[in-house]
């Protein structure tokens, strides 16, 4: 039936969904082009059909029932699909939103392509979507809010100082309030604040 | 023949506690935490403005705003105020540090070295629990604005429909900051960007749009009014000015009334207990702050 492949895809986002809270990666399974473009395809058919039926209706210049339901059938086919084509899109555009809060908003927001690895995941809409959305993080935390960091950590700080493991190697590092020389299972004993980034982005360790 | 002098009482206290003030408060203006207030805005509206009423206030908002299921006003002179305290502590705990560095340097060319750490050790607790505290006050607006901008992505097509419909009691720029506002529309725009490249092109101009609610599902999604919320019942704000919906039951406590209104039942709702209530029973309750959300 028409609905067929539109259930297809949401049962794809709901299995992406189920994946990205499972393990909590932010890292968005391949674009379904194939999918998409099969029910876009199917769409346009019934375009072409509801097309059909309109010229046919005035035609004959009698609306009976019969044509009346069909038209309405039609209708409801290419509402459905687009239900589950903005479902899945949704779903997919809330996912790059919390990645590009959670990696993209931090000091080296720069490098895109090395922060988000799945990039070759998206298809080209989806990047442009991406690149728009983390130059309107940047843009909104340089506005009023520039002393709150908005992309800062969002559990409550409960220690001054913590203990911090190198987990990578990453040489001299300069952070805002000073260098730090990150060898690798070194550890260190400094002020949270201070390496609230660097835990983020993935090279020391909390102990 | 017990006479009553508590109003005396209060009256001699209030004097002697006015000069305690000024002193005190004095005193603080050096070492407060969240900046001192300029003197003027001590008298906005009839009520003291202080540091700590504010954080309190803060809290309420950000408590209600993450348990509610609506967007509640963004309280404008209140984040103002607080916006520009992070500013000034920021820059009053670079001073300090500063200074710090400079006579640490001087008694290290003296070289006393004793006297040096000895002191260091003296003034490094109080800059430390400024900062902590700087960090806290952070993480609590950090927070709450996030979780305001979270609501505004979910509900971006309600607030649109807001923002069209000319007969509302609260406009959109009471509700929403300016920050927020363009967050709305800007992401509102390419989001739909998105949307209308790889799906809306392709559909016939009859279900193109994405705010639809004439369709066979709304498009549009509204806050869940009736969701259950866990309220604290706080009474009014200050004793002395008595609420007149508040009312007096038989044994002495005061209660609010409110209407359920598909169950047609009143339910009492006694200062200082805890209730679990349907959101749009106790709306406007919250939003007078005399119900917290908890």
Same mark, same amino acid.
């Given at each position: 039936?028409y609905?067929?492949?539109g259930?297809?895809?949401?049962?794809?986002a709901?299995?992406?969904?189920q994946?990205?809270q499972? /393990?909590g990666?932010?890292?968005?399974?391949?674009?379904?082009?194939?999918l998409v473009?099969?029910?876009?395809?199917?769409?346009a058919?019934l375009?072409k059909?509801?097309?059909i039926?309109k010229?046919?209706q005035e035609?004959?210049?009698?609306d009976n029932?019969?044509?009346k339901c069909?038209?309405?059938?039609?209708?409801?086919?290419?509402?459905?699909n687009?239900?589950c084509l903005?479902?899945y899109?949704?779903?997919?555009?809330?996912a790059l939103?919390?990645?590009?809060?959670?990696r993209?908003?931090?000091?080296?927001?720069?490098?895109?392509s090395?922060a988000k690895?799945?990039?070759?995941n998206l298809?080209?809409?989806e990047?442009e979507?991406?690149k728009?959305?983390?130059q309107l993080?940047t843009d909104?935390?340089?506005?009023?809010?520039?002393?709150?960091?908005?992309s800062g /950590?969002?559990?409550?700080?409960s220690?001054?100082?913590?203990?911090?493991?190198?987990l990578?190697d990453?040489?001299?590092i300069?952070t805002?309030?000073?260098?730090?020389?990150?060898?690798?299972?070194?550890?260190?004993?400094?002020?949270q604040?201070d390496?609230?980034r660097?835990?983020?982005?993935?090279?020391?360790?909390?102990l | 023949m017990?006479i009553?002098?508590?109003?005396?009482?209060?009256?001699?206290?209030?004097d002697?506690?006015?000069?305690?003030?000024?002193l005190?408060?004095?005193g603080q203006?050096d %070492?407060?935490?969240f900046g001192s207030?300029?003197p003027g805005?001590?008298k906005?509206? #009839?009520?003291?403005?202080?540091?700590?009423?504010?954080?309190?206030?803060?809290?309420?908002?950000w408590r209600?705003?993450?348990?509610g299921?609506e967007?509640l006003?963004?309280p404008?002179?209140?984040?103002?105020?607080?916006?520009?305290?992070?500013q000034?502590?920021?820059?009053?705990i670079e001073?300090?540090?500063?200074?710090?560095?400079?006579?640490l #340097?001087?008694e290290d060319?003296?070289? %006393?070295?004793?006297?040096?750490s000895?002191?260091n050790?003296?003034?490094?607790?109080p800059?430390?629990?400024m900062?902590?505290?700087?960090?806290?006050l952070?993480?609590?607006?950090r927070?709450?604005v996030r979780c305001r901008?979270?609501?505004?992505?979910k509900y971006s097509?309600?607030?649109? &429909?807001l923002a069209?419909d000319?007969?509302?009691?609260?406009?959109?720029?009471?509700?929403?900051?300016? &920050?927020?506002?363009e967050?709305?529309?800007?992401?509102?725009a390419?989001?739909?960007?998105?949307l209308n490249? %790889?799906?809306?092109?392709?559909?016939?101009?009859?279900?193109?749009a994405v705010?639809d609610?004439e #369709?066979?599902v709304?498009m549009v999604?509204?806050p869940?009014?009736d969701?259950?919320v866990?309220?604290?019942?706080?009474g009014?704000?200050?004793?002395?000015d008595?609420d007149p919906?508040?009312?007096?039951g038989?044994?002495g406590q005061?209660f609010y009334?409110?209407m359920? &209104?598909?169950?047609r039942e009143?339910?009492e709702l006694t200062?200082?207990s805890?209730?679990?209530?349907?959101?749009?029973?106790?709306?406007e309750?919250?939003?007078e702050?005399?119900v917290?959300?908890?």
């Amino acid at each position: 039936m028409y609905g067929d492949l539109g259930s297809k895809l949401v049962l794809e986002a709901k299995r992406a969904q189920q994946l990205s809270q499972s /393990s909590g990666s932010d890292q968005l399974p391949l674009y379904q082009d194939d999918l998409v473009r099969n029910i876009l395809r199917e769409i346009a058919h019934l375009k072409k059909n509801a097309e059909i039926l309109k010229s046919q209706q005035e035609l004959e210049n009698f609306d009976n029932k019969v044509a009346k339901c069909q038209y309405f059938v039609t209708l409801l086919c290419m509402e459905r699909n687009k239900r589950c084509l903005l479902a899945y899109q949704k779903l997919r555009s809330d996912a790059l939103d919390a990645a590009a809060w959670n990696r993209n908003g931090l000091d080296t927001a720069s490098s895109l392509s090395a922060a988000k690895d799945g990039s070759s995941n998206l298809s080209h809409h989806e990047q442009e979507y991406l690149k728009d959305y983390v130059q309107l993080i940047t843009d909104m935390k340089s506005g009023d809010y520039t002393d709150i960091d908005l992309s800062g /950590s969002l559990t409550p700080p409960s220690d001054v100082f913590i203990d911090v493991r190198v987990l990578k190697d990453a040489g001299e590092i300069q952070t805002e309030y000073g260098v730090f020389n990150l060898i690798k299972d070194s550890q260190f004993f400094v002020r949270q604040a201070d390496v609230e980034r660097l835990i983020q982005q993935g090279y020391l360790q909390k102990l | 023949m017990n006479i009553d002098i508590e109003d005396i009482l209060a009256d001699l206290d209030r004097d002697t506690t006015a000069v305690d003030q000024t002193l005190t408060s004095q005193g603080q203006n050096d %070492t407060t935490v969240f900046g001192s207030d300029a003197p003027g805005s001590d008298k906005a509206g #009839g009520t003291a403005v202080s540091p700590v009423r504010d954080f309190e206030a803060l809290m309420t908002h950000w408590r209600n705003e993450r348990l509610g299921p609506e967007l509640l006003p963004y309280p404008h002179a209140l984040m103002a105020r607080m916006l520009r305290r992070v500013q000034e502590q920021l820059e009053h705990i670079e001073c300090i540090s500063m200074g710090y560095l400079e006579t640490l #340097g001087e008694e290290d060319d003296h070289g %006393t070295s004793d006297g040096g750490s000895s002191s260091n050790v003296l003034n490094k607790l109080p800059l430390l629990c400024m900062e902590a505290d700087l960090e806290r006050l952070k993480f609590v607006l950090r927070s709450y604005v996030r979780c305001r901008l979270a609501k505004v992505d979910k509900y971006s097509l309600y607030l649109r &429909q807001l923002a069209q419909d000319n007969e509302r009691v609260v406009p959109l720029s009471d509700l929403l900051s300016r &920050q927020e506002l363009e967050y709305h529309e800007r992401h509102s725009a390419i989001l739909l960007k998105l949307l209308n490249s %790889t799906i809306l092109r392709h559909m016939p101009p009859e279900l193109q749009a994405v705010d639809d609610n004439e #369709g066979s599902v709304k498009m549009v999604e509204e806050p869940e009014w009736d969701r259950f919320v866990f309220v604290y019942v706080r009474g009014p704000t200050s004793p002395r000015d008595p609420d007149p919906a508040l009312e007096v039951g038989p044994d002495g406590q005061c209660f609010y009334n409110v209407m359920i &209104q598909e169950l047609r039942e009143e339910v009492e709702l006694t200062v200082g207990s805890i209730y679990v209530m349907r959101y749009n029973v106790v709306r406007e309750l919250i939003l007078e702050g005399k119900v917290e959300l908890i």
